[in-house]
């Protein structure tokens, strides 16, 4: 193992914060990139971490800029790392498309460019999505980038954007690309740092709003635990023959839509879908300002619901095996991650949560 440091970019965010928790316990350097707007909370996080400062470094910068904004930090990084984790990006499904392009997908090459810059050999791993593969439906490989898929907003088509970059420095960096499903709270805890994604879903379901759904409620949200994504981030750059290869970080056997909702209402205790009605008119209803803000549902998430698609996760299990890391069902800690959403939103009303 390399004695030199690691860079991470995206720091303090959710996934950012526990993976430089879990990286930790190899005792190298970790550099943690962080906006200038974040930067007393990465110092902060880091303080709690390492109150010595002997492993955690915060280096204030910007992907979006050269050097990735580092100005007199760069030439240090440089010399001192070997191995980066590219996480920062723009992950909401309403974001214009301006700063999407910007954060997601000139950011990245900034990054590419930086890492190309160094004196020795550097590693990448790079979070991408799942969703890279827009609207595309059924199985979809590891293997796999642009099928000519359409996408359902920016956010997917910028990732897709970004990763095509990836992709081509594969030839001159060595490279991971690591794509998560829907990151959900830990399986253990439950602990999230914000209720996006299904969770609005699941405020419907305690309201008792989900007694119908959009027809046909065939499609298969894949939701992954964030200690699930962060044991596999952590894990896989340290295993053999990884270099060069693409991880779909999924649930291998994702719940319908429907399954899902039918099973959050019997753990709540609240009313089961009854009724299936045509998409029109559910997208009708996000037009009425009140319902969204009551629900904490939106317009964007809505393709999803009936978006059926199943990830690919050879390459991921090959590189896990051995290791005693799986993707655990949602059905094995779902009572976790409803409780501790239950017990720290706030709705208008709600069943209670036998959980």
Not at 10 to 37: D, H, N, W
Not at 163 to 180: A, G, H, M, N, Q
Request: contains cysteine; neutral net charge.
């Amino acid at each position: 193992m390399s004695s030199k440091g690691i860079l991470v970019t995206g720091v303090p965010g959710f996934i950012g914060k526990r993976l430089v928790r879990r990286l930790m316990p190899q005792g190298r350097p970790l550099y943690l990139l962080s906006e200038a707007r974040f930067q007393r909370d990465a110092e902060t996080m880091a303080r709690q971490l390492d109150p010595e400062g002997e492993q955690l470094h915060v280096v204030t910068g910007d992907i979006t800029q050269n050097e990735l904004g580092l100005a007199k930090e760069a030439d240090r990084v440089r010399d001192e790392v070997d191995e980066v984790y590219h996480l920062a990006a723009v992950y909401d499904l309403a974001v214009p498309e301006d700063v999407a392009r910007r954060v997601n997908v000139v950011g990245t090459g900034k990054v590419l460019k930086f890492l190309r810059s160094f004196p020795g050999e550097v590693r990448h791993n790079y979070v991408s999505t799942c969703y890279v593969s827009g609207k595309r439906t059924g199985m979809v490989f590891e293997d796999e980038l642009d099928r000519g898929q359409e996408f359902k907003n920016h956010y997917e088509s910028t990732k897709f954007a970004a990763e095509v970059l990836v992709e081509r420095s594969k030839r001159d960096l060595e490279t991971r690309i690591f794509r998560p499903a829907i990151v959900i709270g830990d399986s253990k805890t439950g602990e999230t740092q914000k209720f996006d994604g299904p969770y609005p879903t699941f405020g419907a379901v305690m309201m008792g709003w989900m007694v119908m759904i959009p027809a046909p409620g065939n499609g298969r949200p894949n939701l992954v635990p964030v200690d699930h994504i962060i044991d596999c981030l952590a894990e896989i750059p340290r295993q053999p023959d990884t270099a060069g290869k693409t991880f779909q970080l999924a649930d291998p056997s994702p719940l319908t839509s429907r399954e899902l909702v039918e099973l959050v209402a019997e753990r709540l205790g609240a009313p089961r879908p009854r009724l299936s009605l045509p998409e029109g008119i559910f997208r009708a209803l996000f037009k009425v300002d009140k319902l969204v803000e009551l629900s904490g549902l939106s317009a964007e998430s809505l393709p999803y619901f009936n978006h059926y698609v199943i990830y690919d996760t050879t390459n991921t299990r090959a590189a896990l095996r051995g290791t005693g890391i799986e993707c655990p069902p949602l059905r094995s800690y779902l009572n976790q991650i409803l409780r501790y959403y239950r017990d720290r939103v706030d709705l208008p009303w709600r069943f209670d949560t036998p959980a």
